[in-house]
Each structure stands twice: as C-alpha cells, then as structure tokens.
C-alpha cells in the first residue's frame, strides 16, 4: 500500500479521493468542477454502458440524440420542473468572440448577443417533450421508447469525482404512452433494469422504493429509486425512474388521438443513470489495497506477469502465458500479459493490485518445471499454487466466484447494517455512529421529514416497494405511521 | 415514390432535405441549427461508431472524456488556432437563473457572473493539451494515443441536417508522441482507417491527400483529409487527421525527458469524423425511392413481409418466416419480421425501400405450395423468385453482393466525373457544368487558389498523395507547377 495513500478507517473521504487519483480513474481539470475521466475510468463506464444499452433495447428501447442546448423559456413551461432545474446552470449569451481592442487574446463579441439564452441541459424532459410534440399524433405512434447517452451540466457549488461535478455523462430515457398503467408499468421496469444492473454488474445490492415528496425529481408524480449503502454507512442514490404523469405533455401540448378516437394528453416516464455510478462502484468493493472491481466490469479481468531472470526464461514463460492469454481470450475474458521488462514484478503486482483486476497469474521458471502456476485472487488477496493444466477453467471459475463474493459481501455488509428503530435515541445513536439504513416509522409529513433532516442530516431514502404494512409510532413525532421507511444520511 | 419527394434531377439540394426528414433520420429543432438525430439516424450513426471504434482500439487507442468547456484565455495560447476556433463559438457567461421580477418566467442572474467566460468546445486540442502537461513527463510516459467520443458547438450562420449545424457529434483523436516521425506516421495511419472505414463500410470510395495551406486545420502542420464525391458532382470531405507539430505543446508548455535525457516539446496529432458522414452516405447511394444502405451500416439488413389474407396463411408463412429470420440471426443479420395487420404489404414494400433497407422478402400462401420466396434487392430494386431451401446462406451472399456494388458504382461514378484539365476553359466548363474532380495544374501560391475559388467556388480539395510528380502549367496564372491537384466545388 503506497505511503500517500490513506486507509478507509483514517479518513473515508481522503481514501476515496486518493483512490480515483492514484488508480488513474479521473482527475479535476481545468474547468472548476468539471472533470477528466481517464482512459482507465472510461474504461469501467464503456463495460457499464454496453451492458446498460443491451439491456435497453432487450427493454425494447431505441436510442436518439437531442441538443444540447434548451431555451430558457422551456424550462418556465412546467411549473415545478422550473424550480428544479432553471436555477444552478450554464447559460450561454452569446455566440461570437471577437479580437480583444488591446490585440491581446479575445473577448466576447456584444453585438453576437442571443435574443433568447440558451441553458446547457441539465436534463431534457422540456426539449424532448417539445419534439415529441410533432411525433405523436395518435394511439398508433405510441408507445415511443427513447433512450440517449449525453453529458448534462448543473452548476454545483461543491464538487467530488463522479460523486458530483458541474458535467457528467448519463443516459436519460423518455418515453410516451397512451396510459397511465403502461407509464407507470414502463418506470418500474426500468427501475428492475436498473436494480439488475447493480446486483448483476456492479454486484451491489439495492433497495427500490418510491421517493417521499420533497425528494421527487422536479415535475413527476411519482419517482423511484434504486439506493446502495457504501462502506462508511453513508446511502448512495444509484439510478432514478420518474412517472411523470401528463405533465410534460400538459406543458408542452402534446395530445394523441386514443383508441376511442378522443384527444387525451400522453403519458410520460424518464429515467437515469449517470457516471456517478462509477463512485458506487468504487465506494462499495474497494479496500486499503486500492481499487476492486468486479469481473463483470474490469476493463482488464486477468493479467499475467512473469518472473524471469534470464532472457532464455522470459521466452520460455512466454510460450505457456501467451497460450494461457489466447485461450482466455477466446472465451471472451480480457487478458493483459505484461512482459515489460523495464518494471519488476513486485512493482507490477501492486500496480495491478492498485488498479483492483480481478486475477494476476504469476510463471516463473520453477512453474515451468513443475507444471503449476501462482493465481492471486484481489477480492480476497489470497494466493494459491495451482496446477497449469485447465488453468483457463480454472480461471473463468475463478472469476465467477469473485463476482458472486463481492456481492455476498456487499449483502452481508448491508445485512449487518441495516437496523430496526423505534426509538428517537436509538435513532440519534445509530446515526451519530456507525450509519446505515435505518428502518423507521415515519408520520408521512414533510415536517417530520424536514425536522429530522435538520437535527441529523438522515434523509428518507425510500419508502421500499413491496414491504408489508405494519402499523407503528412516527419515530419524532409519536404520530401513528403505516408503514417503515428507509432513511440514512447520504451522498 | 412519395409525391411530395422531389427527385434528384428536379433538385439535389431538396431531395437531400426531403429524404433526410421522410427518412426519420434526423430533424431540425427548437434551437436554431441544432439537429435532433431520430431513432433511425441515430441506429446507423451507432453502426458507423461501432465499426470506428473497434478500428481505433485494434490500433492502441483508449478512449477517454474531457470538459465540454474550454476557459476563454486557453484559445488564445496557439496563435493559429484562436483565429480558426474562437470565433463563432457558444459562450457561458454565468451560471444561474432566477425568478423574474413579475414573476413570469426566469432571467439570467447578473450576480452569477463568470469570471472567465467559457466556450462550449468547437474542438478540444487546448483543454486536452493543458491536461497533458500533467501526464507526460519522460518518453516513458510517451505515446498518448486518446480519442474522444463527444458532442461540440460551432455556431454556423446556415445549417443543414448533417452536413452543416451548430452542434454535431464527433470523435477526436488527440496522440502525444516523442518524435515528429512518430507523430506523422500516426496522422497517415489514421488517415488510413478513415478511408478503409469508408470504403469497406459505407462503401464510398475517397481520395487521400494534403490540404493546402488555406484549408488547413487551424493550429496544424500539415492536414490530411479523406474526399469523396458526391452524385451532383460536388466533394465531400469526409475526414481529417492533423500533424500539429510540436504547436499545441509549446503553447500549453508540454515537455517531456527524451531518451537522450534532454528535455524536447512533446509532438502532436489530432483526427476526426463526425455525424457529417451520415451526410455523405446519404448523398453517395441514395436514389429517387428514397435511401440506400450498404448492408455493413444499416440498422435492418433483411425485412420478411408476409402476404396474407386469412390468419391461418398468417400462422403457415410466420412459421417459414421466424426459421429464416433466426438462421440468419445466428449469423449475425439484423431481420425484422414485419407481420403487421394495421398495414397494407404495398404500404410496406414502400417504406422499406424508402429506408434503405437492403434486402426485402416477401413470403405469400404460393410460395408455401412451391418452396420459393420473393427476394428484393433495394440497390438495383431487382425482384427475383428463389427456392426457400438454403435462403439464408443465400441472403448473405446478397448482402455481400449489395455492399460490394454500391462500392463498385460509387467508383465507376467517380471515374466517370474526375477530368484531367489543362485549361481554364476546360475548367470553367468543368465547373460551371457537371462539377466532379478536376485534376489540374497549380501554380502552388495562396493568391492563385484564392482567386480560382473566387471566380469559380472551387477550392482544391487535396494535393494527392502518392500520385507521380508531373511538369506542367497552372491552368490559372500559367506559371510552372510540379503537380496536379484537384479541385472541386464542395459541400
């Protein structure tokens, strides 16, 4: 473990901080709160959206491109949507630079001032609506299942590495329907997406549940959410579906002729993951040792390294790493053999322990001779002497395993961190310390709410999707509640 | 074909326009030279990046993502550059909204000020060279090969779906190398898997060559650009790959320790192609019946139209028809079953071949009786009758046929509008008459070239590469020239 680097118990934060620089994921630049992903960081988020966009179109969805830019006056047009989003954004004014009069540099161009500002989108409901407008004309256009990959900008004040930065690279889909049921039917399918996703890629469990009121996305009627817990307690919104209702389509006039022959408003659903995840991802699996990634989404799943004196040794070692390499290969795992000879092996193991692939394999020259070779696992950083033959079985075994581990371990973590409360102290007590997801009975008020929030930071995370009714006391107000919400305190 | 289609000869410009709307590949949108890119432009434009991208990763590249924006001052740091960049560009100049005064709406809040405006990217050479000042310290560190996917602004005065608007999608390749060979050679290999991709993919034939000085990149060396020719006789620039030297690293102060344990400038290349491509497929294939698509490219390569009239028939042919459509599947064929009762065949034939869609089978009650099937081939809309057994084998072949065709077309096209000039009569003529590529003398000045594309609109589009030097007479000034190069009216 490098000196510079610190451990997870010393400081949560700075660990997490050091680890997205040290293991080349993403810097800041030079636009202040804007950042560089770096080819190993946008390497993790190819793997993600490849699987995210096949399991799309599976979903039967189509991908589209929208601009960037929204008028300004879009944005009034849905009447909470205005609150939420028109106010910490870019706003371009104008569209020339012109020579600066002192010859040095340029300055913007006064005369090239736009009649109306335009906002760099920090979602696209309001410019997506306006053009389904001219797409829907009856029962026969619908559903339209749209999704796009763009990069969106919010003007945060406070910015961390994938957790929150003025840009970020997301998917939003949008869809259209003629009912209500089939809206509300398509926003929980994609939070199922969304949820398989994390368990089965990410290997993060999540819980699904709908958000309370005053954490609605600005304009929908109902938003649900996929919530992780990471390793210092704190909860982790990982991916958000909308029902939008008929809002959009209300401000934006989008009307359909329905089978019935009558003019009714279309339905609507948006939904969203973004690069954030990759702080999820990090956050969740990764130890004092540096990054761990679950096979699944290692952009390098196995590397080889040999261990040689001589250049005879090296050309020996090569021979069985390149046949190891190939026949991986040909069952699709990326397989990295790195020969360099002007590193040395101790320094290559903790580089690629640093940067979490899943497997190292090690030859040297007594492996020749004794048919074994050395298979050091990250998750666990266990290291076994095994047998070569079959090793290429062996292997894609392995790494089957350390996808199921790390989400057992995820499980487990979240298990021995989710706590019943019923009490305010106990409340207090838990929050203060160790965090988690607190299961508690809630009155249903946004005063509640807001008071709890003010006292301990905790926030209703979801009220979780498919839990029995239990009646019980409001844990601040003693007010009775029907049913247990999730809070914690959160990123 | 659709009355209110016009046809190439009526009108080139407008049938490109007609054919991109009914199409439903792109449209223009609420913010003026902004395209939205439909469904179906936007499957071909993943098609062509899928293909790109396997290119550049098969030649080291990794991908990774920088700021959408670019502080004002860093445009000003290559003197070249600033002149070619930051002129028509989308300028952010603050950083929130707030309610308006009466309540209507929300305004630009003047208290959020940038300090240093920001351009939203015409092209990333600064932003990224101002990161690489960071990553690069020895030749160790040395090459850099990156590309981004992303989206970037130029604020143009006309627009045009595609070929022309203020925002568009791109990649841009950005590579740091420790000699200029180095640097160069990177330029023409890239260069090359531009023109590979369009031959071999959009089966376009192109001419690779040099730009001259006043077609140069803004900030390069030299500019190498691919050129093809579209079916009204006007070039098509279709990609570019830029030596730039060591420009962009004196001006962001990008050193690096050479082997020779001196400190150098760092070398430089950048390329890139972009949603512009889609323009130009277009134009190279399409017909009067709407568009054509190389099999390699489009997003359904076979369409099966059942013809019936009693569902019985229908439950007999989608039984043949799913055995097709999955045998080719397995082969990796896009096959849409189209077994639609809310419309006509007739209806369906029509929009298949106005898609583009290359190969079309047709499966009624008698081709059950005798084994056959209809097939259709939209690039010569050639129908024939074939025996059912062994169809899918025989699909693909078609498909092979198709590509290789339209290929083979596009170059007789070309052959046939590519003219040795040696006159400016001839050239006049040329010009002024069918368009296409003219090979003439130049006498190799700035003041020639500018004054051929004053009086004539054309530009020269490369000095060829490869092509034997030849003595003779610039068919403008009458001076010596070395070469010919050839010039075009353009797009």
């Keep these: ?156 004040m406070r910015t961390r590495l994938f957790l929150r930065t003025a840009e970020f690279l997301w998917q939003e889909g949008h869809t259209a329907h003629a009912t209500s049921e089939e809206a509300l039917n398509e926003a929980l399918t994609m939070l199922d997406v969304y949820a398989t996703f994390a368990e089965k890629f990410m290997a993060i469990p999540v819980l699904k549940g709908t958000k309370t009121a005053s954490e609605r996305f600005a304009g929908a009627i109902e938003t649900f959410a996929i919530e992780a817990l990471m390793q210092d307690g704190k909860a982790l919104q990982a991916g958000t579906s909308h029902f939008l209702g008929q809002n959009f389509a209300k401000a934006f006039d989008v009307k359909f002729l329905n089978r019935e022959n009558q003019l009714d408003f279309v339905w609507a659903t948006s939904w969203g993951v973004s690069t954030r995840l990759l702080g999820a991802l990090i956050m969740s699996h990764s130890d004092d040792h540096g990054l761990v990634l679950p096979p699944k989404l290692a952009p390098t799943q196995v590397v080889i390294v040999p261990v040689f004196k001589t250049n005879e040794q090296l050309g020996q070692i090569s021979e069985v790493a390149r046949k190891i390499q190939s026949s991986l290969q040909q069952s699709g795992i990326s397989v990295k053999y790195d020969d360099r000879d002007t590193q040395k092996p101790g320094w290559k193991f903790t580089e690629y322990e640093f940067k979490g692939v899943p497997v190292r394999l090690v030859l040297g020259p007594r492996d020749l001779e004794q048919g074994t070779i050395e298979v050091f696992r990250r998750d666990t950083l266990e290291k076994d002497i095994l047998q070569v033959e079959d ?23 979240r298990e021995n961190n989710s706590h019943m409360v019923d009490t305010w102290e106990e409340f207090l007590q838990k929050i203060e310390g160790p965090g988690g997801f607190l299961y508690a009975h809630w009155d249903g008020t946004a005063e509640t709410e807001a008071k709890i929030k003010e006292e301990t930071k905790a926030t209703i995370r979801v009220i979780p999707l498919g839990q029995p009714l239990a009646e019980g006391k409001c844990i601040y107000s003693g007010n009775p509640s029907s049913q247990r919400v999730i809070f914690a305190r959160a990123y």
Excluded at 26 to 36: F, L, Y
Excluded at 52 to 78: C, Q, W
Excluded at 396 to 405: F, G, K, R, T
Aim: proline letters at 3%; one cysteine or more.
């Design 391 to 413: 090793i290429d079985r062996k292997v894609i075994h392995l790494l089957d395993q350390i996808q199921e581990n790390l989400y057992q371990k995820a499980i487990d973590f």
């Design 1 to 156: 473990m490098a000196k510079d680097f610190s451990t997870r118990e010393e400081n949560y934060s700075q660990w997490y901080n050091d680890l997205v620089i040290r293991a080349d994921l993403a810097e800041n630049s030079a636009v202040r709160g804007c950042m560089v992903i770096k080819p190993y960081g946008f390497a993790i988020w190819e793997k993600m959206q490849a699987a995210l966009d096949k399991m799309f179109k599976d979903t039967g969805h189509v991908n589209a491109y929208f601009p960037i830019f929204i008028p300004k006056s879009f944005f009034s047009r849905e009447a909470s949507h205005v609150e939420g989003f028109a106010k910490e954004c870019a706003v371009v004014t104008h569209y020339r630079l012109k020579n600066a009069p002192d010859n040095k540099g340029v300055v913007v161009d006064e005369d090239a001032k736009l009649e109306e500002e335009l906002i760099v989108r920090p979602t696209s409901e309001t410019i997506i609506w306006d053009t389904y407008k001219n797409w829907i004309q009856s029962y026969r256009d619908l559903p339209l299942l749209i999704n796009q990959w763009a990069n969106v900008v919010r003007w945060e």
